[in-house]
């Protein structure tokens, strides 16, 4: 698979955990913030390892989002805008594998917003370098 197919392919699956993300954030009784949170993290996570393979960075296997940044970063990607997604590290794992309790309760709405923008950001990104063939970190 080239790198541009492997981008295309995580952006696919991104979109699948924000599209149940949007069924979550209108069903606050069915859902706890635990597994809304983990599909919001997951979002943003395979969003930010579709920009690094598009890029042609061989990213690695980690669920720190933290992480994520920093290698885009390296690789030219302006990422400032984006420092928001550090907030749902904790989902990833922690919050499935422990009980954990919050100071407050997510913002659902404000979550999916925030995903969506990632997803759209990357997903222009990802679809111009593979038009263009280039490997340079975007805006």
């Keep these: ?9 995580l952006l696919a699956l991104a979109n699948d955990d924000l599209k149940a993300s949007r069924v979550m954030a209108r069903q606050v009784e069915d859902f706890s ?10 979002t943003v996570e ?4 579709a920009w690094l393979a598009a890029l042609g960075v061989v990213y690695p296997k980690t669920h720190e989002l933290h992480r994520l940044l920093i ?9 400032d805008r984006f420092q928001w997604v550090e907030g749902f590290n904790p989902f990833a794992v ?12 997510l913002d659902r709405n404000l979550s999916v917003l925030w995903a969506e923008q990632l997803l759209g950001h990357v ?8 038009m263009s063939g280039a490997r340079s970190g975007g805006t």
């Design 1 to 9: 698979m080239s790198a541009d197919e492997h981008a295309l392919s």
């Design 94 to 105: 922690q919050c499935r594998y422990e009980s954990s309790q919050w100071d407050e309760p």
């Design 33 to 42: 913030d635990a597994i809304f949170g983990f599909h919001i993290q997951q």
């Design 123 to 130: 997903t222009k990104q990802v679809n111009g370098m593979a």
């Design 71 to 79: 290698i885009l970063t390296e690789n030219g990607a302006a990422m």
């Design 46 to 49: 395979k969003a930010l390892k």
